[in-house]
């Protein structure tokens, strides 16, 4: 299985920037598609950006521009960098991986505990 430890966020005011790390242990074949997501309270979990192992990257409209993604295969890591920070962004961010137990089976999903971000405004 796979676990995955986050750590990051706190509090900011608006305009101001924090990141957000995410790090990939145990025992699986390699790690796929890794990404972010959030929930707001009340609403539902959504994405924030995904990395393909090769390195593509995608963003929901409502960071783009703002957020930057990038994974370290060697490590098994991901980190989000987000700048301009606002209000809305308020949320808990999950870290989230798609892995492979072996090279025939590539359907695990893990996600983190995730983290508590807060833009004040």
């Known amino acids: 299985q796979v676990q995955l430890l986050e750590s990051g966020g706190g509090l900011v005011q608006a305009g101001g920037s924090l990141s957000l790390s995410c790090a990939a242990t145990?025992?699986?074949?390699?790690?796929?598609?890794m990404g972010w997501y959030r929930q707001a309270p009340d609403k539902q979990r959504e994405m924030v950006a995904l990395?393909?192992?090769?390195?593509?990257?995608k963003y929901a409209d409502s960071v783009k521009g703002r957020f930057t993604i990038s994974r370290h295969n060697a490590r098994n890591t991901v980190d989000l960098f987000m700048n301009a920070l606002k209000p809305e962004d308020t949320a808990v961010y999950y870290c989230?991986?798609?892995?492979?137990?072996?090279?025939?089976?590539?359907?695990?999903?893990?996600w983190g505990q995730g983290t508590q971000v807060t833009v004040s405004s």
């Open positions: 990395i393909t192992r090769a390195g593509s990257e």
């Open positions: 989230n991986a798609n892995f492979a137990r072996s090279m025939w089976d590539t359907s695990g999903r893990a």
């Open positions: 145990g025992e699986f074949y390699n790690i796929g598609t």
